[in-house]
Each structure stands twice: as structure tokens, then as C-alpha cells.
């Protein structure tokens, strides 16, 4: 058996990773069918059945808050990254988000010049792949991808567009609060680490409709 102390020190590492934020979010579609499910059948079911639905909607909730306390300490040593902020350039992390294989018709088109962001390279392939992932699972692996870079006021401003259906508009407001997805399918992006890791670097992150597009602003390296 592990030690309590290491188990969580385990859990902690895996908080700031990719895989725990699809881990997260699969833990929030569970959720979100389970009380959907619950509601429809109100009429039709017993008492019974209802209280097991309630029970795991409980044991989920649960889950929630232990994810929620193991990222606690990754957030609040945010600054503790500073001093490993380094000279990075858009394109190689771009080039490293976008997955090995894709389905054939989605076609990705990056930016036309590259810029040097103050960052972290690795967290910054963990933003922008699941960003992308994401992407392609919203338009149900068949359509564009378009990611545009501009540099303004010491800023890296960073597009990611897609013909996807949208983000319903319920969903805009909280969109980066923890334990949101707006997948129908698959897992995807956690966007409560989204924004942790853009956090992290100074920077801000967004999100529109008509077209579907997140706007992250990263600092430029000087």
C-alpha cells in the first residue's frame, strides 16, 4: 500500500498533466448524464432507483472535490515557474501540439510567422494540444482548424479558430471554471487547467462563438 503522504505527492504531479485534466472531465460528462438521466425517468422509476442515481451523483461530487483539492498546491506555487520561463517559439510548440495521426478531412493551417513567447515549453504543448484535440472532436473529425498569431503591446496574441458547432452559450460564462466540458463525445479539453497554465505564464484566455475561437495572450520574450 502507498504511504497517504505519497499517494497525494503522486496526485499532486499528476494534477499539472493532460491526462489528469481528461480524467476530469470524462468525471464531469459522468455527472452531467447521470442527472440528466435521473430527470428524464422521474415519472417512470421508483423511489429507489432515483436514490441510487442520487447516490452517484454524491459519490461523484466527492470525486470533484478530491480533484479540485489535489490541483489546490500546483495553483498556488504558480509563481514558483517564473524562474523557469525561457525563450520558446510558437511554431516548434504548434508543431508538437498537433497529434501524430488526424482524421484525413481536417486540415490544420498554422500561423504564417512564428514568435518568441516567454514560457514553458512543455505546459505550453500540454495548452495547445488540447486545445487542438479538442477542435477536432467539436467538429466531429471533418473540418478546419485555422490558427492565427499576431504580436501587439509585448504580447503574443494566439487565435485557434474551427468549423466546429459552437460552444452552447449556457455553457460560455463557465466555460473555465473547474469541472465544465463541452464535449458530446471523448474527453478533450480540461479548460480549468487550460486557463491554470495560462495563468501561470501571465497571460489571459477566452472564447467566442460564430466562429468557435480561443484567444490566448502569452508574453513576448525579450
Do not use: C, W
Request: overall charge positive.
Amino acid at each position: 500500500m502507498i504511504p497517504k503522504r505519497d499517494a497525494k505527492q503522486i496526485l499532486a504531479q499528476l494534477s499539472d498533466t493532460e491526462e489528469f485534466s481528461s480524467i476530469v472531465d470524462n468525471v464531469a460528462i459522468i455527472k452531467n448524464t447521470n442527472f440528466k438521466t435521473r430527470k428524464s425517468l422521474e415519472s417512470v422509476v421508483n423511489q429507489e432507483m432515483l436514490d441510487n442515481f442520487q447516490k452517484i451523483e454524491e459519490a461523484i461530487i466527492n470525486l470533484q472535490r478530491l480533484f479540485e483539492d489535489t490541483k489546490k498546491p500546483i495553483l498556488k506555487s504558480q509563481n514558483s515557474h517564473i524562474d523557469e520561463m525561457s525563450y520558446v517559439s510558437l511554431f516548434e510548440i504548434l508543431k508538437q501540439s498537433i497529434p501524430v495521426s488526424i482524421p484525413s478531412e481536417i486540415f490544420i493551417k498554422l500561423p504564417r510567422h512564428d514568435y518568441a513567447i516567454k514560457g514553458i515549453k512543455k505546459k505550453l504543448v500540454t495548452l495547445f494540444s488540447s486545445l487542438i484535440r479538442n477542435s477536432i472532436q467539436a467538429m466531429d473529425k471533418k473540418g478546419t482548424i485555422t490558427i492565427r498569431a499576431f504580436e501587439s503591446n509585448k504580447q503574443v496574441r494566439i487565435e485557434l479558430e474551427d468549423t466546429g458547432n459552437g460552444i452552447p452559450e449556457e455553457m460560455i460564462n463557465q466555460l473555465f471554471v473547474a469541472h465544465t466540458t463541452t464535449k458530446k463525445f471523448g474527453t478533450g479539453l480540461g479548460t480549468s487547467l487550460a486557463k491554470s497554465i495560462v495563468d501561470m505564464h501571465g497571460g489571459t484566455i477566452s472564447a467566442k462563438n460564430n466562429p468557435t475561437t480561443f484567444t490566448i495572450q502569452l508574453p513576448v520574450y525579450e
